[in-house]
């Protein structure tokens, strides 16, 4: 019989904040030890939100700068507001 076991690994990674990360459809700015700003761009998904450093510093996220960062938040914050009219 063979059972499926997941091992999960802690590590502590030190950065200076504001400390910003993407995706292929996220920009993340790690603005403290608890929280982190998300700009998802991908199409009809759209959204800006409060979420924790861990999800900026996965195993799928590269090193970003703010000026992507503030891009990609510009950007979707228009998009949202002309969706609220």
């Known amino acids: ?4 076991t997941v091992k999960q690994t ?3 990674v030190e950065v200076s904040l504001p400390y910003f990360t993407q995706t292929i459809c996220h ?3 790690v603005i403290s030890e608890t929280e982190c700003i998300q700009v ?6 759209e959204s800006i939100s ?3 450093p861990s999800q900026a510093l996965g195993t799928s996220t590269k090193k970003s ?3 992507n ?3 990609s938040f510009d950007k979707i914050a228009k ?3 002309e969706k609220i009219k």
Do not use: G
């Open 50 to 52: 409060v979420c924790r």
């Open 69 to 71: 960062f503030k891009k």
């Open 10 to 12: 802690k590590s502590f």
């Open 1 to 4: 019989m063979k059972i499926e």
């Open 40 to 45: 998802c761009t991908l199409t009809e998904w």
């Open 79 to 81: 998009h949202l507001a």
């Open 65 to 67: 700068t703010e000026l």
């Open 27 to 29: 920009q993340f700015k």
